[in-house]
């Protein structure tokens, strides 16, 4: 699976940004795609998730509410749309695809590059 982010960017606080992650090579719709975040000196840490098949999706307590995963089948895109950003947001975003339904980045099977989102104040 290769997976492509774009979107990020530089955002006051409470407003919104979307990232976007082109998908090719998927050979089974079981994948659960997802989207991790990460800031220098802590571990990479999972935002939101979506099964490809049916669109079941998972997110962290810390941004439910705000943001919202969804996957386009027809264009093989993955998007992550975030409002109400806040400072803690600002990190490094990865999205990323695994086998199973899965929060963990070690267990993610393939990673796109990262899109810097920087909230200011």
């Known amino acids: 699976v290769q997976l492509q982010a774009s979107g990020g960017g530089l955002v006051q606080a409470g407003g919104s940004l979307r990232l976007s992650c082109a998908v090719s090579?998927?050979?089974?719709?079981?994948?659960?795609m997802s989207w991790f975040r990460q800031t220098p000196g802590k571990e990479r840490e999972f935002v939101a998730g979506i099964r490809w098949r049916e669109g079941t999706r998972r997110y962290a307590d810390s941004v439910k509410g705000r943001f919202t995963i969804s996957r386009d089948a027809a264009k093989n895109t993955v998007d992550l749309q975030m409002n109400s950003l806040i400072l803690e947001d600002t990190a490094i975003y990865y999205c990323?695809?695994?086998?199973?339904?899965?929060?963990?980045?070690?267990?993610?099977?393939?990673w796109g590059q990262g899109t810097q989102v920087t909230v200011s104040s």
């Open positions: 990323a695809s695994s086998y199973g339904v899965t929060t963990r980045a070690v267990e993610a099977g393939s």
């Open positions: 090579g998927l050979t089974t719709s079981d994948n659960f």
